[in-house]
């Protein structure tokens, strides 16, 4: 069963400490479109459908990147779309999406989603993998 927005949200926001709905929201907005730029597949797809929709639609729609970012470029990407962020900022902001998401979902297609990304993603979603 797919999580509520509402409670979603509630969850981002309680993890990355904002101040409200609405600053929670963009930044699960700007994390999740990034991502779906990176993943393909029946993971994708997967990931959008455990999603509340607008966040499923996000990962759905997202146009392929043309080529894959390192977790530390995604960090950057993520700095140019929040304003007033800078890379410690984002961080926190896509750790508080990510690991919202990585509670929700199975293990097993997190780590198919991590297997899918360049190394350093893992740590992103709050998810190391054994070393």
């Not at 779309?81 to 902001?93: L, M, V």
């Not at 997190?110 to 740590?123: A, C, F, S």
């Amino acid at each position: 069963m797919t999580i509520s927005w509402e409670d979603f949200l509630a969850r981002v926001v309680e993890r990355g400490e904002y101040r409200g709905e609405a600053e929670a929201d963009h930044a699960a907005r700007v994390v999740l479109g990034l991502l779906g730029e990176h993943l393909v597949g029946a993971e994708r797809l997967a990931l959008a459908d455990a999603l509340p929709g607008t966040y499923a639609s996000l990962l759905r729609d997202a146009q392929p990147a043309a080529e894959p970012l390192t977790a530390e470029r995604f960090v950057e990407a993520v700095v140019g779309w929040i304003d007033g962020a800078t890379p410690a900022t984002a961080q926190w902001d896509i750790g508080a999406v990510l690991s919202t998401v990585a509670d929700l979902v199975p293990g097993e297609l997190i780590d198919q989603v991590i297997e899918q990304l360049p190394d350093g993603y893992d740590l992103l979603f709050g998810h190391p993998l054994p070393a």
